[in-house]
């Protein structure tokens, strides 16, 4: 080996080089495809527990609803200390469902969001790296 770290021992013809070229394409679309796999696992699971959340919002509405129909049943049938109480756990069975569903929604917000560095960008960058076009690395 020379000082200038060049090896005549390991230059390939042209011919070995197109010869590995289908290999390299194969490699190249199977890391591609994990890589979007690997997204799409993630963006699944953001998607499955903000609609976990949603039912879980849904469950304290539901609850709600039940409480503050008893309340206006023993508002109109009871004295005011009892009505008030129910009122009062019937608002806060709400802001559960509503603090729930807002938590939900953010996370259904992020598994569905587009990310510009993501596969597409990435499969774009090597279409555009095999046609020749565009900054890449040798």
């Keep these: 080996m020379s000082n200038n770290g060049f090896n005549p021992k390991t230059k390939r013809s042209l011919f070995a080089l197109v010869g590995e070229l289908p290999g390299q394409i194969a490699t190249l679309v199977q890391a591609e495809l994990e890589a979007f796999k690997t997204e799409l696992a993630g963006k699944a699971k953001n998607l499955g ?3 976990g959340l949603f039912v879980g919002a849904a469950v304290f509405a539901f609850f709600a609803a039940g409480v503050l129909i008893a309340t206006a ?3 109109i049938a ?5 009505w008030l109480s129910a009122l009062i756990v019937g608002v806060a069975l709400l802001l559960i469902a509503v603090i729930l ?4 929604l953010n996370r259904v917000k992020a598994g569905t969001e587009e990310d510009p560095d993501g596969v597409r960008a990435s499969i774009r960058h090597d279409v555009d790296a095999f046609k020749g076009v565009g900054e890449y690395d040798h």
């Design 49 to 51: 527990v903000g609609v």
């Design 78 to 82: 009871l004295a005011l200390p009892l």
């Design 73 to 75: 049943i023993i508002a």
């Design 101 to 104: 569903a807002l938590i939900g």
